[in-house]
């Protein structure tokens, strides 16, 4: 089973509307770390935001906020206030307690239109 | 901090030859890892390595690849010899602690002719 799934290979959003990139996780370890990252086309792999799995309050980071539903194993990106310069590749990831690698998402590419 | 260092930025070499990528780890870091991307494949990890001892290698695709981590501030990735299907965009990242986000490098683009 794949660890982590994200089904929109492709969305766009008008300028300053929000918009909620999905992914799901699939994990028996009851210690785990969620994590979205963006990918402009420059190449460079940006940290965004980061929910641990005990934590009880959705992360926040500026614009970006991590709806986690841990019953439902999802962890979704809510980036309010598009902007053009968030036009880039998402990536969702998970790093379970036990064996520590990160496992990645497919990826979401957001085209943020004008 | 400077982040995540790795060299070199680009590379091309023919098929054949030996390719070294180079990546210096964030100062006090004690995960690293090796990620390869491939539009077909998307990120794949290599190899990670906790306190410069390499955890789980599964993902190193053959043995014309090799990592090594001889200390803490610094970890090659080799490929000897190099094919045409290794051309990818490799990244290095590492990481404070478990469960903790990482930090990626900014890449190794690697193309073999």
């Known amino acids: 089973a794949q660890k982590i799934t994200q089904t929109q290979p492709g969305m766009f959003v008008q300028e300053k509307e929000a918009v909620t990139l999905d992914c799901t996780y699939d994990t028996s370890d009851p210690s785990y770390g969620l994590f979205w990252y963006k990918q402009p086309s420059s190449g460079e792999m940006i940290f965004l935001i980061y929910?641990?799995?005990?934590?009880?309050q959705n992360a926040t980071e500026g614009r970006y906020s991590l709806n986690f539903q841990k019953a439902r194993k999802s962890a979704n990106l809510v980036i309010s206030a598009s902007q053009l310069g968030d036009s880039a590749m998402y990536f969702c990831?998970?790093?379970?307690?036990?064996?520590?690698?990160?496992?990645f998402g497919t990826g979401t590419s957001l085209t943020v239109i004008p | 901090d400077a982040g995540v260092i790795q060299s070199p930025r680009h590379e091309v070499t023919e098929m054949g030859q030996e390719v070294t990528l180079r990546c210096k780890p964030i100062?006090?870091?004690?995960?690293l890892f090796w990620y390869r991307q491939t539009m077909m494949r998307g990120l794949e990890l290599l190899i990670y390595?906790?306190?410069?001892?390499?955890?789980?290698d599964s993902g190193m695709p053959e043995d014309r690849f090799s990592a090594k981590m001889p200390n803490a501030s610094f970890s090659t990735l080799k490929i000897q010899p190099s094919e045409p299907r290794d051309s990818a965009v490799y990244f290095c990242?590492?990481?404070?602690?478990?469960?903790?986000?990482?930090?990626f490098g900014q890449g190794t683009r690697l193309t073999v002719v």
């Open positions: 990242a590492s990481s404070l602690r478990d469960v903790i986000e990482a930090f």
């Open positions: 100062s006090g870091h004690d995960y």
């Open positions: 990831a998970m790093r379970e307690g036990q064996g520590n690698q990160f496992y």
């Open positions: 390595f906790n306190n410069n001892v390499p955890i789980d």
């Open positions: 929910q641990g799995s005990y934590d009880q």
